[in-house]
Each structure stands twice: as structure tokens, then as C-alpha cells.
């Protein structure tokens, strides 16, 4: 046999056992008469699903099969449950483990730990989530900047190579307690501080152990270019996969470059290094109010910058930087700035920075808003939504095929103004970008929610509709199929997914989550139990 027709023929073997009869054959589970997207991205066809034991276990023309229960799934698509590639749940998924907002979107499986934070202590974690039970498949990364907290704490502080061999077993630690590889948050304490080869001797370190990484890079906005530049040569040089978190271009002054900082990601795949990208559909993003801080003046966390906010000249060198960064992005004031939670005062959420200024009495001058900024971040700080992207250049990284979707959010608890991608994401995909605007076909938009996630995350036996796969199942109408959740009224779960099944279970039913909590831990390859 010619080695190189072994993918081809094996490629056959697969397809012809996925359409022979199962005659006669039991299923705890049946699902008939469905358009059956498979998840590799090939057009739909007409069949059944059998499952069994919480897998897959025959498709095709299953009319003599048996089964315990049975859907019809008439007129409707079948497809592999989604696979959030980006979440942020280590504690929220406790307060609500049936993960609602996750399950109403499709969603059977999410990897957490993004953006360098992580739980502490990811052997505990799993196990909180397993004897927990969740509605959702967790899998995690481990994050640096978790790491280089609990290895040197906050401060910006020069890594010596004690410290760098002490946070390289924390990462080897955690990898074989079952993390997927590593994240960085290369824009939050304390890893924007690290050096670039501190960065490298951890993934090393991941990709020893089987692991991607995973990297909100150093800048999203005026200095985007150099930091793809950079996450690239951190896979080059560790030898990893990279996957480029909430691909984005941010802040007036850079809407429109997505045609030049996608073309780094193609260049380097030319040139063989597997580097990929996930996008949240909107053109806003979601993070804490403490970013608007110059890096210098975040040393230390908190308590630190509390200190330095009440030495008058420290505080004029903080408002003079901000200053500087408005305008280097181009925003007169920050009206573009909306506090999604604001626990010292909750009649500020849903309001941006401006409004804020104005009920506190102040001038409508950027630098009185500042001083309403660091009035809040001394309070506590808050979580924040910034209207800083471009539609074209969403649509632009939504047409590129290495790309994911990745929702950047917890579980929801009905609390605050947030970002209505945690509700949304995928249904907005399907109902927005597919269904309406044909910007992608709807085969296209589930191999990338699908199998091209499981793919790069390893996760072996997710991401299709074949034998064998875990019966991880959403069953949806795409022509209903549309995300409520807006900016102003968020917490709406997503309409038009009638069924959700993880590991076989039934979860959503006939449109309503009926309680049932069959997620599991999805462990990394290099895990030792």
C-alpha cells in the first residue's frame, strides 16, 4: 500500500461505516430525519444519529433502529455541539452550573483560563467541577499571569532565573493536572511586565506537555502589528500552536488595518507555523476599567495604586499619560467607555464614563473624565465595555477561515449591564453573519465552532457528527436561529436552538433547558489523574 492514500482510504472507511444501516439496532437515543452538517465543513445531507452510552454510535439511514427516545428532527440542522474556544467561568460557573447562556447559544463545550488567569489550582478546579456537575464540557488553559503571580507576585519585577524555573514547574504542574496549554493576558498584571523570553521558556514548557498557547497579545490597538509579531515568535520559538485570542483592531486610529494584521497570520502559515485566530462578533469589547491606566502605574495591584493616586505629582504624571493615550486614539472624550458592573455603585452600570462625569457635577473636558476614572478605580474599579472597533473590519476577520468563535465571557448570573456576547455569540454568527448577510455559508460558520476548535484545542472526540465522537448534539432551526441579548437590554438567551445534548444527555428541550447538568472535564494530553 502507498503510504501517502492511507488518509484517503481511512477518510472512506470512516464515511462508508457513517451510512450503513443499523438494523435492528438499540439506541438510548435517536435522532431522525435531521440535515446533518457534520462539522467538517461539507455540505448537509439528509440522515439519523444513534447514539448510545453518550456516544455517537451510527449515522445514515437508521429507519429499522430502536431507541428509548427519540427526536424528530424534520426541517431542522444537526450539528456537533459548539465549542467555545474563550471563556472566563472559573467562578462563575459555580454560582450557575447549568451555564444557561452558554447552553441557550449552542455551546456544549468551553476552554477557560484565557487572557493569563486561570484558577489557582487547577487539579482542584476540576475537581470542584466535576463533583459539582455542570451542564457544560470545561476544559481549561493555565494562565500566565496566574503563574507569575503566585511565583513573584504583582510587581514589576525583573524575572531572575530562580524565578523563571519556579514558575516553569507551576506551568508543567498544571499541564499534568489537565490544562489544554497556556494563555497570556499580555495587557494585565503582572504579564505586562514579562519579557518575551520569560513567555517562551513557558510554552516550552506547554509544548512539551502536548499544550497550545493561547495569547490576548500585548496591544490590540496602536502597536497591534508588533504584537502578532510577537506571539508568532513565541510559537516559533517554543515550537507550539498559537491561537490569537479576540482577534481584533481597537481604537479609531487603527479602524480599517484588518486586511494588514490578518496577513501576518497568513504569512506565518506559509511559512508552516500553525497560528490561528477567534473572534466575538461585535464591535465592542469587555474588560476591566484598570486598563485605561498607564502599565507603570499598575505595579503591585490595588492597594498600590491607591497609594499613588493620593501623590498629587504621581497622580498628574497618571492623568497626563491617559491623556496622551486619548489621543493617540483618536476619542475626543470617553463616551465610548460603558460600565457593564460597577459594584460600589450599581446606578452607574449601562452608563459610559461621560454620562458618570456629568451626574457627578464635573466639565465635559477629557481630563475632568479622568479624574472620574480614577475616582472609580480607587473605589474598586469596574467592568467596563469599550465601543472601539469597526464593523468592516469584524466582517473582514469573520470571512477568514482560521478563525473560531470565541465568546470572552462567564456564565452568566443576571447581574450588571455586560457585554451581550456572553448570550449571543454563535447565534448571532448564524442568524447575522450567515443568514442575513451570507457572509459565510452556514457548513462553513460550524466547522469553525466545531471541528476546527476541537482540532486546535486536542480535543480528540469532539467537533463531529461520526461514530465514535461524544454525542455532544445541538439541533437548531437556521432560518429562526437569532441572539436577543443588546447592549442595552443583555441578559436574553439566544432563540431557535430546540435541542442541546452533552454526552448524550438531553439539555435544552424543545427549546427550554431542562436542568440537566452530563458536562465533564475535557483533561489536556499530558494528564496524569
Known amino acids: 500500500m502507498h503510504t501517502h492514500l492511507f488518509p484517503t482510504i481511512l477518510l472512506s472507511a470512516i464515511t462508508l461505516a457513517a451510512f450503513t444501516p443499523a438494523l435492528a439496532q438499540d439506541f438510548d437515543l435517536l435522532i431522525r430525519n435531521g440535515r446533518i452538517i457534520n462539522g467538517t465543513g461539507n455540505a448537509w445531507f439528509h440522515g439519523d444519529v444513534g447514539i448510545k452510552d453518550g456516544k ?17 428532527a424534520k426541517g431542522l440542522a444537526v450539528a456537533p455541539g459548539f465549542i467555545d474556544v474563550h471563556g472566563h467561568i472559573e467562578g462563575s460557573i459555580f454560582q450557575r452550573p447549568t451555564a444557561d447562556n452558554f447552553i441557550y447559544d449552542g455551546v456544549t463545550s468551553i476552554i477557560t483560563g484565557n487572557c493569563g488567569g486561570s484558577a489557582d489550582n487547577l487539579a482542584e478546579f476540576f475537581r470542584k467541577i466535576d463533583s459539582t456537575k455542570t451542564s457544560i464540557n470545561v476544559a481549561s488553559l493555565v494562565g500566565h499571569n496566574t503563574v507569575r503571580r503566585l511565583a513573584v507576585g504583582l510587581a514589576d519585577k525583573s524575572i531572575t532565573p530562580a524565578d523563571q524555573q519556579k514558575m516553569d514547574e507551576l506551568l508543567d504542574k498544571a499541564m499534568k493536572d489537565g490544562a489544554v496549554g497556556m494563555s497570556t493576558g499580555l495587557i494585565y498584571l503582572p504579564g505586562m511586565y514579562s519579557k518575551t523570553e520569560e513567555v517562551v521558556s513557558l510554552a516550552k514548557v506547554a509544548a512539551k506537555n502536548g499544550g497550545v498557547y493561547a495569547s490576548h497579545i500585548r496591544s490590540e490597538g496602536n502597536k497591534v502589528a508588533e504584537a502578532i509579531e510577537e506571539a508568532i515568535a513565541i510559537g516559533r520559538q517554543a515550537n507550539i500552536p498559537v491561537q490569537v485570542s479576540h482577534f481584533k483592531v481597537a481604537g479609531k486610529a487603527n479602524w480599517g488595518r484588518s486586511a494588514e494584521t490578518l496577513a501576518y497570520i497568513e504569512k506565518a502559515r506559509r511559512e508552516g507555523y500553525d497560528v490561528s485566530i477567534d473572534q466575538y462578533p461585535y ?5 476591566n476599567l484598570n486598563t485605561q491606566l498607564p502599565d507603570w502605574a499598575q505595579s503591585g495591584g490595588l492597594d498600590s495604586i491607591r497609594i499613588r493616586l493620593k501623590e498629587e505629582a504621581t497622580k498628574k504624571r497618571i492623568v497626563a499619560d491617559m491623556l496622551a493615550n486619548l489621543k493617540r486614539n483618536k476619542y475626543k472624550d470617553y463616551s465610548y467607555a460603558v460600565v457593564a458592573r460597577f459594584e460600589s455603585d450599581s446606578n452607574y452600570n449601562g452608563k459610559s464614563i461621560s454620562e458618570i462625569n456629568r451626574i457627578k457635577g464635573r466639565k465635559a473636558k477629557p481630563k475632568d473624565e479622568i479624574l472620574t476614572v480614577l475616582e472609580m478605580i480607587a473605589a474598586g474599579g469596574a467592568q467596563m465595555i469599550y465601543h472601539s472597533m469597526n464593523e468592516e473590519d469584524v466582517r473582514h476577520f469573520m470571512k477568514y477561515p482560521n478563525n473560531m468563535v470565541g465568546a470572552d465571557a462567564g456564565v452568566a448570573t443576571g447581574t450588571g449591564v455586560p457585554h451581550p456576547r456572553g448570550y449571543g455569540s454563535n447565534a448571532r454568527v448564524l442568524g447575522k453573519y ?13 466547522r469553525r465552532m466545531t471541528s476546527l476548535a476541537a482540532q486546535k484545542f486536542r480535543l480528540a472526540d469532539r467537533g463531529l457528527i461520526l461514530p465514535g465522537m461524544a454525542a455532544d448534539i445541538v439541533i437548531f432551526d437556521p432560518a429562526t436561529v437569532t441572539d436577543k441579548s443588546t447592549f442595552t437590554q443583555p441578559h436574553q438567551f439566544s432563540e431557535g436552538f430546540r435541542y442541546v445534548l452533552v454526552n448524550g444527555q438531553v439539555v435544552i428541550e424543545d427549546g427550554k433547558h431542562n436542568g440537566t447538568r452530563s458536562g465533564m472535564v475535557l483533561f489536556g494530553n499530558a494528564h496524569k489523574p
Do not use: F, M, W
Open 56 to 72: 455517537i454510535l451510527a449515522v445514515g439511514n437508521l429507519q429499522q433502529g430502536a431507541a428509548t427516545k427519540t427526536i424528530d
Open 283 to 287: 464591535t465592542a469589547s469587555s474588560t
Open 434 to 446: 450567515v443568514r442575513e448577510e451570507k457572509l459565510i455559508t452556514l457548513e462553513e460558520a460550524i
